[in-house]
T-cell receptor
């Protein structure tokens, strides 16, 4: 069974630009969550999508958005990039349910904003 | 809202010695608890989880954690560590019936010395 695939692995963007990150969950999993990991703030929850609907949302500004497609693949978008958006963005795939299942993480996309 | 506190940011330990990583959580409702491990430049991997039942949970690679409801703790232990256990460990909590939103602690970096 293939794991969670995140693309691209590395990105360098300029302040003010926008970026789209992609996540392909494990086959059959319907829930995709996104997290931001930085040395200063640690792991912070961005949002969760389940069956193409946003089910949970963290405390991030509206510049951070996401969506999920009918095949459960998910994308997150960050507009008007700021230097502080530099981070490792992790995607987690879960069967669905209500938190009792394991979350499988991808290797992440490392975004550097210059 | 839940919160998780990992009391030690770094734990140096000699090979074959025991290690304990401390985790305390706060929540006004029932929760599920997890320990994840992150190796350099990797995503997170689940070590073990507590959902219900026996308060002592074990992983396949020798780690164990004990859920203590009265002390709101979920400490992780291993009786004898290996060099390969060098990694960062994260305690996480999710509220039951709240989707798959995980709240993480700040992480504990374990450095196993020969």
């Amino acid at each position: 069974k293939a794991g969670v695939t995140q693309t691209p692995r590395y990105l360098i963007k300029t302040r003010g630009q926008q970026v789209t990150l992609s996540c392909s969950p494990i086959s059959g999993h319907r829930s995709v969550s996104w997290y931001q990991q930085t040395p200063g703030q640690g792991l912070q929850f961005l949002f969760e999508y389940f069956s193409e609907t946003q089910r949970n949302k963290g405390n991030f500004p509206g510049r951070f958005s996401g969506r999920q497609f009918s095949n459960s693949r998910s994308e997150m978008n960050v507009s008007t990039l700021e230097l502080g958006d530099s981070a490792l963005y992790l995607c987690a795939s879960s069967p669905g349910g209500q938190g009792a299942g394991e979350a499988f993480f991808g290797q992440g996309t490392r975004l550097t904003v210059v | 809202a839940q919160s998780v506190t990992q009391l030690d940011s770094q734990v140096p330990v000699f090979e074959e010695a025991p290690v304990e990583l401390r985790c305390n959580y706060s929540s006004s409702v029932s929760v599920y608890l997890f320990w994840y491990v992150q190796y350099p430049n990797q995503g997170l991997q689940l070590l073990l989880k507590y959902l219900s039942g026996s308060t002592l949970v074990e992983s396949i690679n020798g780690f164990e954690a004990e859920f203590n409801k009265s002390q709101t703790s979920f400490h992780l232990r291993k009786p004898s560590v290996h060099i390969s256990d060098t990694a960062e460990y994260f305690c996480a909590v999710t509220r039951q019936a709240a989707g798959n939103k995980l709240t993480f602690g700040g992480g504990t970096r374990v450095l196993v010395k020969p």
